[in-house]
């Protein structure tokens, strides 16, 4: 009896101490980027007069966007719109003004030689930022909808499919034909 009430007591212990574990050591640091702050942390601008400071906001577990609620969508029907409609415009196309990154391109889902990464590449990325701690777009940006945010997450957890080819491959043929 001595040993159960020792080990329960050790177990309420240790969970206290979990719970009690501060997650103020970066909160707050100044950041541009998500890369400038250590995960569970993501840059957002949240603290009023601060700009962009590294926030634990959410953990990616939480969500429900790996949930199996239908077939998972496609770049080109579903998830190239979303994106063109609030991502490529000014920030994440051609035109990359409003976020200096060259890294990566949401205007197309693989890159040629030479191009940087496409969107299949930026997949689990998109979810994060889109789903997970939902601070993409930034603030005064076209948003998706809630609905276009699980839609997001459901195509980057489904392994991110480019097109429903109806059966026919690349080469003009039909699958499992000559």
Not at 10 to 32: I, P, Q, R, T, Y
Not at 100 to 119: C, T, V
Request: aromatic share 6%.
């Amino acid at each position: 009896m001595t040993r159960a009430v020792s080990t329960v007591c050790l177990l309420a212990v240790m969970a206290v101490v979990g719970c009690v574990v501060s997650v103020s050591d970066f909160a707050g640091k100044s950041c541009e980027i998500a890369e400038d702050c250590p995960e569970p942390y993501v840059c957002v601008a949240a603290r009023a007069g601060a700009g962009r400071t590294c926030e634990a906001l959410a953990m990616p577990e939480v969500t429900d966007g790996g949930r199996d609620d239908g077939p998972i969508p496609t770049y080109c029907a579903e998830i190239q719109p979303i994106l063109a409609a609030n991502c490529i415009s000014s920030c994440h196309g051609a035109d990359t003004s409003g976020s200096n990154r060259i890294d990566f391109r949401l205007d197309y889902y693989e890159p040629d030689a030479g191009q940087p990464k496409g969107a299949k590449n930026m997949a689990p990325r998109i979810k994060q930022r889109a789903l997970d701690f939902q601070d993409m777009p930034p603030p005064g940006n076209p948003e998706p909808s809630a609905a276009e945010r699980v839609l997001l997450g459901r195509w980057a957890t489904g392994g991110a499919p480019f097109c429903d080819d109806g059966g026919v491959s690349l080469d003009g043929g039909t699958d499992g034909g000559p």
